[in-house]
């Protein structure tokens, strides 16, 4: 796993099925904390994602999958550097890392990291159609967090 940073608390989770890991460089005035970073991520997502997110609740429903939960307050490890937040599922597990790199001259990469292991057939099947919109999505919010922080 080249993309994962060293002694990641993510690491601890694998092996897994499914692996990526997605960062930016982003100019910042202060240091950002993987709190910080989750929260400029994951709440008020863009209209789009919360439309995406609202359709995949009402297909999954029906399917007996958790639709309630809000993962990002399922905090299992953290550290200076990161936090990891996920939930297991009967179909899968996921747990995604928020890791901070060093606040140096102004700038710091954020990087996200997402593992998934499957349960059984239907993870398999559920993860394969969520699979495209999950990358586009985690490059967005790191895009909108990059523009966002080169603005102020």
């Known amino acids: ?62 399917l007996g999958l958790d639709t309630k939960s809000r993962f990002t307050n399922m905090v299992s490890d953290k550290n200076e550097h990161e936090e990891i937040f996920g939930m297991p599922d009967s179909h899968l597990d996921f747990h995604v890392s928020m890791w901070c790199g060093e606040y140096k001259d102004c700038k710091q990469e954020l990087r996200i990291t997402t593992i998934v292991k ?8 559920y993860f394969f159609f969520i699979r495209p919109f999950h990358k586009i999505i985690i490059y967005s919010l790191l895009k909108r967090i990059k523009n966002k922080n080169e603005r102020q």
Do not use: H
């Open 1 to 62: 796993m080249k993309n994962i940073p060293t002694n990641s608390l993510i690491e601890k989770y694998l092996p897994a099925d499914y692996v990526d890991s997605y960062s930016r460089e982003i100019a910042c005035n202060q240091k950002i904390t993987p709190e910080k970073f989750r929260n400029l991520a994951f709440n008020q997502l863009p209209k789009w994602i919360d439309w995406l997110m609202n359709l995949r609740n009402a297909i999954a429903k029906p």
């Open 118 to 125: 499957y349960n059984n057939w239907l993870g398999r099947m």
